[in-house]
């Protein structure tokens, strides 16, 4: 069981979801990461995941797209980024994921990159434009030889082969992207995400979270309600963004806002 396994189970021994936390690594700067990850855990953050930096990030929004490209202006690297992750690893124990495109990992080399992710204290690895039938046997089995969780994306439009597929190769969770389409908070869920969600959940070995899309403390509670885990991203990138090097405080009480409700216990929240 690694730290991803054991968050997980934490939070369904509460009866409540995860608060999954999302920001790009490098945005403003790899220095001032450091400060807005422990701003995360500070508001309440059960996981946090660590976007790498890409000059063509296709399933993401505006401003996501607009964060990578600060990042890569500020220099930041694949290598830098896992150095990022051996800095906070010696201060704390919080899951990290990495939330990547497949070209900066091949360019390094898969096999050099899983020993360098395990090697500074990754937990886990999304790589979001490699489906699972691409990352057998090469990406699975070098994440697999160093203890790294392969996390996998379903859509509303997956298969029920690709749902199977992904249950058996996925480790720590599986990602649920709320609605087609890219990153980018929104006004209203898609009217169908609840019920597409409780389906889903049933039919998944591993722990479910939500993303894409979320961006409210009711937005977290209704999803919160039926997932193991709720991801929010674009909403925590924006005050980076609106912040820069100052953004430790709002994100930190903006993470405290959006968790709240899953911390409330909500009576909607089951166990399988």
């Not at 919080?94 to 070209?103: A, D």
């Not at 908070?185 to 039919?203: C, F, S, V, W």
């Amino acid at each position: 069981m690694n730290r991803i396994d054991e968050a997980f189970a934490r939070c369904a021994s509460e009866k409540r979801a995860a608060f999954v936390a999302f920001i790009m690594a490098g945005d403003p700067d790899l220095t001032t990461t450091l400060v807005l990850i422990e701003a995360l855990l500070e508001g309440g953050a059960d996981v946090i995941e660590l976007g790498v930096p890409f000059s063509d990030p296709i399933a993401d929004g505006p401003v996501n797209q607009r964060s990578a490209v600060r990042a890569l202006t500020s220099g930041t690297r694949l290598a830098g980024v896992l150095d990022l992750v051996a800095r906070a690893r010696r201060r704390w124990q919080v899951p990290i994921v990495l939330f990547s495109y497949f070209n900066p990992i091949l360019a390094q080399g898969v096999g050099e990159f899983a020993a360098r992710a395990a090697a500074s204290g990754v937990d886990g690895v999304l790589c979001l434009d490699l489906p699972p039938e691409e990352a057998v046997p090469e990406f699975v089995d070098a994440l697999a030889a160093e203890q790294l969780a392969p996390i996998f994306l379903l859509a509303p439009t997956s298969t029920k082969s690709r749902i199977r597929r992904v249950d058996e190769l996925a480790q720590g969770f599986v990602y649920y992207v709320s609605r087609t389409g890219v990153t980018g908070d929104r006004a209203e869920l898609a009217p169908e995400l609840i019920r597409e969600t409780k389906a889903l959940r049933r039919r998944l070995h591993h722990p479910l979270a939500v993303g894409f899309g979320i961006s409210t403390p009711d937005q977290v509670a209704a999803v919160g309600a039926v997932a193991d885990g709720v991801v929010v991203g674009s909403a925590l990138v924006r005050l980076i963004e609106e912040h820069g090097g100052a953004a430790a405080g709002p994100l930190a009480t903006a993470v405290r806002e959006l968790s709240e409700p899953l911390r409330q216990k909500k009576k909607g929240w089951f166990r399988r």
